[in-house]
């Protein structure tokens, strides 16, 4: 056997019978006690309309006898299985000194026998034919068998008793509890509690007197001088093991039989505890097996009984380290074993397991270029882990390291790595004081990346020094937050919005604007822009919120990202916990809002949902409701004045018909481009003491070719800075027009994403034909809708959605290109 394979019937709820008639049906049998599951899949295996409460004689009377796999089953519960369950019912009457010939052995073994043949296979046809499961026939034949057995032959009532509680839990699995003897074959008919308590007080009893005798009385007329047991009365010696008749012996009787039943119905409260120290040494031993053989193929882990006792629901100790050592030194048989058991009752040892992967994954991440791609390994839970919020930490340190190495320049990364280092050192100090259990073992990995991030950012600065290079202080692929010097502008569009949140009618505003307009970064910089007294909370619906996997997960994210927009405000919110939202997510995160307020005091909250076409995505794939979510929204700005709220997107609100149905009056706020003075000082002085001067014909240029679009500003000035750390010292820090038009072809690359974002994303096919088409026409070129209309007839509609992407722009009687990088893109 190879290391990449699994070992037969290892790790699955469907494992294969064992072709051996006798040790096969000990399998079954097994299946039944503690592997209800394998039971199951077992007989829809044989057939598919076969289960627990089918008859097997009315399949095989409805023309099933063809079914090999059926006689098979047939001959193994209502043969094999009752002869071997008196043959060892007799051998431990032989042990227990019942005989004391060879001759009398012989003979109660053979009786007994004799009795479960006709018991397996007489009630089992019988009760098959009435319509009865083949799980009550076969479980029916074992019990009567026993039962009867030790009321005939005066076995002790320890071993009745025990012997009891194996049978009951047998048919557990197809009753969920229910008791001893005809309770739990009752039961297994599918009768009720009530039901099989009663009909087994008064058949059981009435059954045992009559037919104990009779049975009890044929066999002792072949034991001999054991007819003794059965003079008794048979049926009630069965059940009181009294030596006494009339109605003493029949209250003892009920009163031992009520006490069986009690043990039976209470057996899934005792047997785990009574088998746990049992199951803790069984599991011990194949750990130290198993760490013996460093999990070489095939584990011993496959014998754990997290694997074959679903009945056991207490922790089984030491699971989770087992199953991490199986999945670090034999991954195959440990990625089985984590899917089995991420179902099963012990699925609590995954998660534990998960989280101490997940650590010993951060901790291997001691340099930056591997940190960079720590968010691409991580697996993030939406709710159920309690790291989840740690891991989330992590992710996001990650992804943006990953974009500030992507920075062209060192500048660039510097100056994006301190933000990331003055972060980490905040969620450091958060996790400290973090009552979470996990928080000791993730606080020395977040220190350990902080430390490499800023010897990084040393090395850096050194290294600019060293070169004499232009700082290159333009950031693009990623939104401006709040601590970087570079964000220019907005002025206007900040006194817009001030003005809407002081209309007493408190409509909901929509920041609109084309992608990569800066939406993002007017968000995370609108605390600039607004009055001390209107608070942001920031919300990235792309983030936690939406990928939730339920109501309370959503609120409790929504809830979370507020409390950290308003810290980094000054204001400290109450606190929100995941399992406060569970039971009633809404009501509590009301009452939460009303906490809210209260801390606001005279403030003004501006929750501002960044993305909100992702949660829409949400909503339409049917995870969360929409008049919950939305209702929830419209509510929120009906009746609470102290909020108010901004969406933030793409789309108008009447590309989303269900919110414009919730969402009232909305006032859009445009975001579109800088204006010139504005793209002027981020071309000339982006920040204090920028080093580079440009001619201003090189200016001019860099204002015609991105129609002051902030994003590709950025991207052609950050190539143009580039561009200049590779020439001479002695000319480095004049940018002129031959710099201008030299950037361009790298720009074009390095913006890649964005320009194909256009092409793939915002335009139809036909729409990518029109716009090659003006493109083809050259530098400024507008074509006459009449030629358009020529080429590309029936788009009429096409040249409004290109309007409305302002992608192009009506001249005249014709269209041509707003931007003209847009355009040599298309090209």
């Known amino acids: 056997m190879t290391s990449l394979q699994l070992p037969p019937n290892a790790y699955t709820n469907a494992p294969q019978q064992h072709p051996n008639l006798i040790l096969g049906s000990l399998q079954l049998f097994f299946w039944l006690v503690f592997r209800p599951s394998a039971w199951r899949n077992h007989l829809e295996r044989i057939d598919p309309a076969l289960d627990s409460d089918s008859s097997l004689i009315i399949l095989l009377r409805q023309g099933r006898w063809r079914n090999l796999a059926l006689w098979r089953l047939f001959i193994q519960g209502y043969f094999i299985l009752p002869i071997l369950a008196g043959l060892v019912l007799g051998l431990v009457a032989w042990m227990l000194g019942e005989t004391t010939t060879t001759g009398e052995t012989t003979a109660i073994i053979l009786a007994y026998v004799v009795i479960f043949i006709i018991l397996g296979v007489g009630f089992g046809v019988v009760l098959g034919v009435a319509g009865f499961g083949v799980a009550f026939g076969v479980v029916l034949g074992v019990v009567l068998g026993v039962v009867l057995g030790v009321a005939g032959f005066g076995v002790t009532g320890g071993f009745g008793v025990g012997f009891g509680v194996v049978v009951g839990v047998a048919v557990v699995p197809e009753m969920v509890g229910f008791g001893m003897g005809f309770a739990v074959v009752v039961g297994v008919a599918g009768f009720g509690v009530g039901f099989g308590v009663g009909f087994a007080v008064v058949v059981g009893v009435v059954f045992a007197i009559v037919v104990g005798v009779v049975v009890g009385v044929a066999v002792f007329g072949v034991a001999g001088d054991m007819v003794f047991g059965v003079a008794m009365f048979g049926g009630v010696a069965m059940f009181g093991g009294v030596a006494m008749?009339?109605?003493?012996?029949?209250?003892?009787?009920?009163?031992?039989?009520?006490?069986?039943?009690?043990?039976?119905?209470?057996?899934?409260?005792?047997?785990?505890?009574?088998?746990?120290?049992?199951?803790?040494?069984?599991?011990?031993?194949?750990?130290?097996?198993?760490?013996?053989?460093?999990?070489?193929?095939?584990?011993?882990?496959?014998?754990?009984?997290?694997?074959?006792?679903?009945?056991?629901?207490?922790?089984?100790?030491?699971?989770?380290?087992?199953?991490?050592?199986?999945?670090?030194?034999?991954?195959?048989?440990?990625?089985?074993?984590?899917?089995?058991?991420?179902?099963?009752?012990?699925?609590?040892?995954?998660?534990?397991?998960?989280?101490?992967?997940?650590?010993?994954?951060?901790?291997?991440?001691?340099?930056?270029?591997?940190?960079?791609?720590?968010?691409?390994?991580?697996?993030?839970?939406?709710?159920?882990?309690?790291?989840?919020?740690?891991?989330?930490?992590?992710?996001?340190?990650?992804?943006?390291?990953?974009?500030?190495?992507?920075?062209?320049?060192?500048?660039?990364?510097?100056?994006?790595?301190?933000?990331?280092?003055?972060?980490?050192?905040?969620?450091?100090?958060?996790?400290?004081?973090?009552?979470?259990?996990?928080?000791?073992?993730?606080?020395?990995?977040?220190?350990?990346?902080?430390?490499?991030?800023?010897?990084?950012?040393?090395?850096?600065?050194?290294?600019?020094?060293?070169?004499?290079?232009?700082?290159?202080?333009?950031?693009?692929?990623?939104?401006?937050?709040?601590?970087?010097?570079?964000?220019?502008?907005?002025?206007?569009?900040?006194?817009?919005?001030?003005?809407?949140?002081?209309?007493?009618?408190?409509?909901?505003?929509?920041?609109?604007?084309?992608?990569?307009?800066?939406?993002?970064?007017?968000?995370?910089?609108?605390?600039?822009?607004?009055?001390?007294?209107?608070?942001?909370?920031?919300?990235?619906?792309?983030?936690?919120?939406?990928?939730?996997?339920?109501?309370?997960?959503?609120?409790?994210?929504?809830?979370?990202?507020?409390?950290?927009?308003?810290?980094?405000?000054?204001?400290?919110?109450?606190?929100?916990?995941?399992?406060?939202?569970?039971?009633?997510?809404?009501?509590?995160?009301?009452?939460?809002?009303?906490?809210?307020?209260?801390?606001?005091?005279?403030?003004?909250?501006?929750?501002?949902?960044?993305?909100?076409e992702v949660l829409d995505n949400a909503i339409a794939r049917g995870r969360f409701d929409e008049h919950d979510i939305l209702g929830m929204l419209r509510h929120l700005i009906q009746h609470r004045p102290r909020f108010k709220v901004l969406l933030a997107g793409s789309h108008s609100i009447e590309e989303y018909q269900r919110w414009a149905s919730y969402l009232i009056n909305v006032q859009v706020v445009h975001i579109s481009y800088l204006k010139e003075a504005e793209a002027r000082q981020l071309i000339e002085r982006p920040v204090k003491d920028f080093t580079l001067r440009y001619e201003p014909n090189a200016v001019e240029r860099v204002l015609q070719l991105t129609r002051c679009h902030p994003f590709l500003v950025q991207l052609l000035c950050a190539e143009i800075i580039v561009l200049k750390n590779e020439q001479d010292p002695s000319i480095r820090r004049l940018a002129i027009l031959a710099d201008v038009e030299a950037a361009i072809p790298e720009a074009l690359q390095s913006g890649s994403l964005f320009f194909a974002n256009i092409q793939n994303n915002q335009v139809d096919a036909t729409g990518q034909a029109i716009l090659r088409f003006i493109a083809a026409q050259g530098e400024g070129a507008i074509v006459s809708r009449q030629t358009l209309l020529q080429e590309f007839p029936d788009a009429n509609i096409t040249f409004s959605l290109l309007l409305q992407r302002e992608l192009i722009e009506e001249v005249d009687d014709g269209y041509g290109f707003q931007v003209e990088l847009i355009r040599r893109w298309f090209v």
């Open 245 to 612: 008749f009339g109605g003493v012996a029949m209250f003892g009787g009920v009163a031992m039989f009520g006490l069986w039943l009690g043990v039976g119905f209470t057996i899934n409260s005792w047997w785990p505890i009574l088998s746990f120290l049992f199951l803790t040494v069984w599991n011990y031993l194949l750990y130290r097996l198993d760490q013996r053989h460093n999990a070489k193929s095939p584990c011993l882990f496959r014998f754990h009984s997290a694997f074959w006792d679903e009945w056991q629901r207490l922790h089984l100790p030491g699971l989770d380290k087992h199953l991490l050592f199986v999945i670090e030194h034999n991954p195959v048989e440990g990625k089985a074993a984590l899917e089995y058991l991420s179902t099963s009752p012990q699925r609590w040892a995954v998660q534990a397991a998960q989280i101490e992967l997940d650590a010993r994954i951060l901790e291997r991440y001691t340099e930056l270029e591997a940190i960079r791609q720590a968010h691409d390994n991580l697996i993030l839970g939406e709710l159920d882990s309690p790291v989840s919020t740690l891991l989330n930490i992590f992710s996001d340190i990650s992804e943006d390291v990953d974009v500030a190495l992507n920075q062209r320049s060192f500048y660039s990364q510097s100056q994006i790595l301190s933000a990331v280092a003055e972060r980490l050192d905040t969620n450091l100090q958060e996790i400290s004081s973090s009552q979470n259990e996990y928080s000791s073992r993730f606080y020395p990995i977040a220190q350990s990346w902080l430390n490499v991030i800023t010897s990084h950012i040393d090395e850096l600065v050194k290294i600019t020094e060293l070169r004499q290079e232009i700082d290159n202080p333009y950031i693009f692929g990623v939104p401006l937050n709040e601590q970087l010097e570079i964000f220019t502008g907005r002025t206007s569009i900040g006194l817009r919005i001030e003005q809407l949140l002081r209309d007493r009618r408190r409509p909901p505003l929509l920041l609109y604007g084309q992608r990569r307009m800066g939406k993002t970064s007017l968000l995370n910089n609108i605390g600039k822009l607004l009055p001390s007294n209107i608070i942001p909370m920031f919300v990235d619906l792309q983030g936690a919120p939406s990928s939730a996997s339920d109501h309370a997960g959503f609120l409790y994210n929504l809830a979370r990202d507020m409390e950290k927009s308003a810290k980094k405000q000054g204001l400290t919110l109450p606190s929100l916990t995941r399992e406060v939202l569970k039971s009633d997510p809404f009501t509590y995160f009301d009452e939460w809002l009303d906490e809210v307020e209260e801390a606001l005091e005279q403030n003004t909250a501006l929750l501002a949902l960044d993305e909100f």
